[in-house]
């Protein structure tokens, strides 16, 4: 029987047009401006020194600014970029020019497995911070108190089997007490190889014929009664 449902974010939750759209354009938008005016903030001294770490050279801050905005083009998974981005999107959040976008059949649910006793947690690619700001700051308010934890790549990669060994470990439960939601098959088959059960989000996409995956439109389609073992 399931009783932890651990969802990822950008098109399962969440559009794949507002992280791309919006929260991707907002931080390369707002980079030079935010390190420029918080240069001596401690935590931004340690990720520019992260980013000299990475390139192998001592940049000055029009460089490191310059450097950053490649990466964020090039749409690099690299550590000091995703905590930065995440800082600046709290920024914008607190300022009230961002607000996180949530499905509505994704809100209603989480919000009543949660009530039925399941357990909930995040997995996503983006930083756990920026997990935590995109749920605080959705159109309903701050949907973090439904959420027993967060995984992003510091566990390992999506699409790697053992990533999700690692959060089993993590949680403690037998994976197939685990219920993984995706709307990327690889994911979901790395998942489905250490053990979790798995659903597919197709959203607006055809469905697979020679998929392993039982594939959803939304939310509301879920019936987790179909994962209760006699």
Same mark, same amino acid.
């Given at each position: 029987?399931?009783?932890?449902?651990?969802?990822?974010?950008?098109?399962?939750?969440s559009s794949l047009s507002?992280?791309?759209?919006?929260?991707?354009?907002?931080?390369?938008?707002?980079?030079?401006?935010?390190?420029?005016?918080?240069?001596?903030?401690?935590?931004?001294?340690?990720?520019?020194?992260?980013?000299?770490?990475?390139?192998?050279?001592?940049?000055?801050?029009?460089?490191?600014?310059?450097?950053?905005?490649?990466?964020?083009?090039?749409?690099?998974?690299?550590?000091?970029?995703?905590?930065?981005?995440?800082?600046?999107?709290?920024?914008?959040?607190?300022? /009230?020019?961002? !607000?996180?976008? $949530?499905?509505? @059949?994704?809100?209603?649910?989480?919000?009543?497995?949660?009530? *039925?006793?399941? #357990?909930?947690?995040?997995?996503?690619?983006?930083?756990?911070?920026?997990?935590?700001?995109?749920?605080?700051?959705?159109?309903?308010?701050?949907?973090?108190?439904?959420?027993?934890?967060?995984?992003?790549?510091?566990?390992?990669?999506?699409?790697?089997s053992s990533s999700y060994?690692?959060?089993?470990?993590?949680?403690?439960?037998?994976?197939?007490?685990?219920?993984?939601?995706?709307?990327?098959?690889?994911?979901?088959?790395?998942?489905?190889?250490? /053990?979790?059960? !798995?659903?597919? $989000?197709?959203? @607006?996409?055809?469905?697979?014929?020679?998929?392993?995956?039982? *594939?959803?439109? #939304?939310?509301?389609?879920?019936?987790?009664?179909?994962?209760?073992?006699?």
């Amino acid at each position: 029987m399931i009783k932890v449902i651990i969802t990822d974010i950008e098109g399962t939750t969440s559009s794949l047009s507002f992280v791309k759209d919006i929260l991707f354009p907002y931080a390369r938008a707002h980079v030079g401006e935010f390190l420029r005016a918080n240069f001596e903030n401690e935590t931004v001294q340690k990720l520019l020194a992260d980013v000299n770490a990475e390139v192998g050279a001592e940049l000055d801050l029009e460089q490191a600014i310059t450097q950053l905005i490649q990466w964020m083009d090039d749409d690099k998974k690299i550590t000091p970029l995703k905590s930065l981005q995440g800082l600046i999107w709290e920024s914008g959040y607190l300022r /009230g020019e961002l !607000t996180g976008h $949530l499905y509505s @059949d994704a809100i209603h649910n989480l919000q009543t497995w949660k009530a *039925q006793g399941f #357990d909930l947690y995040v997995y996503s690619s983006g930083s756990v911070y920026a997990q935590k700001l995109l749920f605080a700051h959705t159109e309903v308010g701050d949907l973090t108190p439904i959420f027993s934890g967060y995984f992003d790549t510091h566990i390992g990669g999506k699409q790697d089997s053992s990533s999700y060994e690692n959060i089993v470990a993590h949680i403690g439960l037998p994976a197939e007490q685990l219920l993984f939601l995706s709307d990327i098959e690889a994911e979901l088959n790395a998942a489905q190889t250490a /053990g979790l059960q !798995t659903i597919w $989000l197709i959203r @607006d996409d055809a469905p697979q014929t020679e998929a392993s995956h039982w *594939q959803v439109r #939304d939310f509301d389609a879920i019936e987790l009664e179909r994962f209760v073992h006699e």
